[in-house]
């Protein structure tokens, strides 16, 4: 069977035949890179198989993470970061993650439309991923993709997320650059302090530069940066100005993404960065087998009875605890 063909076959995949898949989302073949992110989105129990198949191929896309309120011009902006990366030669993954949303599977509208600008080109490929209803949310399933993104050889991934507290902390917790996205008239700079992006931004764009107010954002923004006690050897988010909706603006985001990764790479930071995300990889996986484990002790009983042992002051609530993990 040929493993980039659509329908019927996601089910009937084996072992087998990841390898093949894993070639063909190489190859640059989007069909594969698609089946592939299925594959992370049913937490398919082929998935160590596929990890194993990518591991030599990882390590070489720059992960970059774009966060914001909704509406301040995140979608706007991936299309006009796209364009730009790929006027420069780089291929481009997009994921779009949306912690809310419990729809998935990249038949999203927003998907199609923004698409559009792309759809012939065989060097983007845009997916949406719903973070709901996974173990762990997107702790467990945004790192999965990203690995398969990065395995399929982008030289970019992209990962967008709805500003939604939390997911922003942890979209800047799993990228190598994360930009943060603001615009005027959007509770502006105090709505960004409250929200905690001030840590997390290693580029602030204000966007809507076109727009009245796009100037004391960025004011604002600036002086609240300058508050932030910093090394001197530590990177200084710059503060840029986009209209993404005409693209004016984007390459210099572009240039300043080059020059953030020159300094994550000169200062052994990137290095520092991945290794943190990996740990909280393996330790949500980890988490998930365990709590897969515990569902096992919940409905055959064993839980129950180590309870009324408790009850009956037989045992007490940390050795019966002990009693259920692993010696690892
Ligand atoms: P998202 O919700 O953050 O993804 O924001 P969108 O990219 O969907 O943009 C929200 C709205 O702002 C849309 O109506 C866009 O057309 C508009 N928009 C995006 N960028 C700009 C810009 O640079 N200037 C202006 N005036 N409007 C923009």
């Known amino acids: 069977m040929d493993p980039s063909t659509t329908g019927g076959g996601r089910r009937g995949l084996t072992a087998a035949a990841v390898p093949d898949l894993v070639a063909a989302a190489r190859d640059g073949r989007s069909r594969a890179v698609g089946r592939l992110l299925s594959l992370v989105e049913d937490e398919s129990p082929l998935l160590p198989e596929v990890m194993r198949t990518l591991a030599p191929h990882v390590g070489h896309a720059r992960i970059i993470g774009l966060t914001g309120a909704p509406g301040v011009g995140k979608s706007t902006s991936t299309n006009a970061l796209v364009a730009e990366l790929r006027r420069r030669g780089d291929r481009v993954a997009v994921l779009a993650v949306d912690p809310s949303s419990p729809f998935s599977g990249g038949a999203l509208l927003g998907d199609r439309i923004r698409m559009s ?8 490929f845009i997916r ?4 709901r209803g996974h173990l762990g949310g997107l702790s467990w399933a945004t790192p ?5 993104l990065d395995g399929a050889g982008f030289d970019v991934v992209l990962v967008e997320t709805v500003g939604v507290g939390q997911s922003e902390v942890e979209v800047a917790g799993h990228a190598d650059s994360t930009v943060v996205l603001l615009a005027p008239g959007m509770g502006d700079g105090i709505q960004a302090a409250k929200a905690g992006i001030l840590e997390i931004g290693d580029l602030y764009v204000v966007n809507k530069a076109d727009r009245d ?3 004391k954002v ?3 923004l600036r002086s609240m940066l300058a508050l932030a006690e910093r090394p001197d050897q530590a990177w200084r988010p710059p503060v840029l ?3 993404a909706a005409s693209g004016d603006g984007v390459a210099a985001v572009v240039d300043a993404l080059a020059e953030h990764r020159d300094w994550l790479t000169a200062t052994g930071e990137l290095e ?3 290794v943190r995300r990996v740990r909280d990889e393996i330790e949500a996986l980890a988490l998930g087998a365990l709590r897969r484990r515990w569902e096992a002790v919940g409905s055959d009983g064993r839980l129950d009875r180590l309870a009324r042992a408790v009850v009956a002051g037989e045992s007490d609530p940390y050795a019966a605890a002990d009693s259920l993990l692993p010696d690892a």
């Open 218 to 220: 960025r004011r604002d």
């Open 128 to 131: 949406s991923m719903a973070a």
């Open 213 to 215: 107010g796009a100037s």
């Open 241 to 243: 100005m986009t209209t």
């Open 117 to 124: 600008d792309h759809a012939t080109d065989s060097g983007v």
């Open 144 to 148: 999965q993709a990203m690995r398969v």
């Open 272 to 274: 520092r960065r991945r």
